[in-house]
């Protein structure tokens, strides 16, 4: 059964770096193209950037291009999400997915979560 882990959130200040990570387990990496959503409190969830299995196709919501990258390890089994500037409205549970269709053009696609990680951005 894959098994998707993130880590990397927490509490920090309008401005600052977070950097996300998640690592599959129990099913072979190569095979899944990987994507970052995000849950703000009374909305629902949405796509934040997804990575293909070669790593060479990405996706990245308009609201954080420029800001955001995802990056794959596919020696390691990880994809990680570099958020940069963050601002209070990039508050939310930022969850870890795992699919074996693409592009992503619905979230049922979705096979796999992680159990998701707190990201707060405020003074």
């Known amino acids: 059964q894959v098994q998707l882990v993130e880590s990397g959130g927490g509490l920090v200040q309008p401005g600052a770096s977070l950097r996300l990570s998640c690592v599959l387990s129990?099913?072979?990496?190569?095979?899944?193209?990987l994507a970052w959503y995000r849950q703000a409190p009374g909305k629902e969830r949405e796509i934040v950037a997804a990575?293909?299995?070669?790593?060479?196709?990405?996706s990245m919501a308009d609201s954080v291009k420029g800001r955001f990258t995802i990056s794959r390890d596919n020696a390691k089994n990880t994809v990680d999400l570099q958020m940069n500037s963050l601002q209070p409205e990039n508050t939310a549970v930022y969850y870890c997915?795992?699919?074996?269709?693409?592009?992503?053009?619905?979230?049922?696609?979705?096979?796999?979560w992680g159990q998701g990680t707190q990201v707060t951005v405020s003074s």
């Open positions: 997915a795992a699919l074996r269709t693409w592009p992503i053009v619905a979230i049922t696609q979705i096979e796999y």
């Open positions: 129990g099913g072979t990496f190569g095979s899944y193209h």
């Open positions: 990575k293909d299995w070669t790593g060479i196709s990405t």
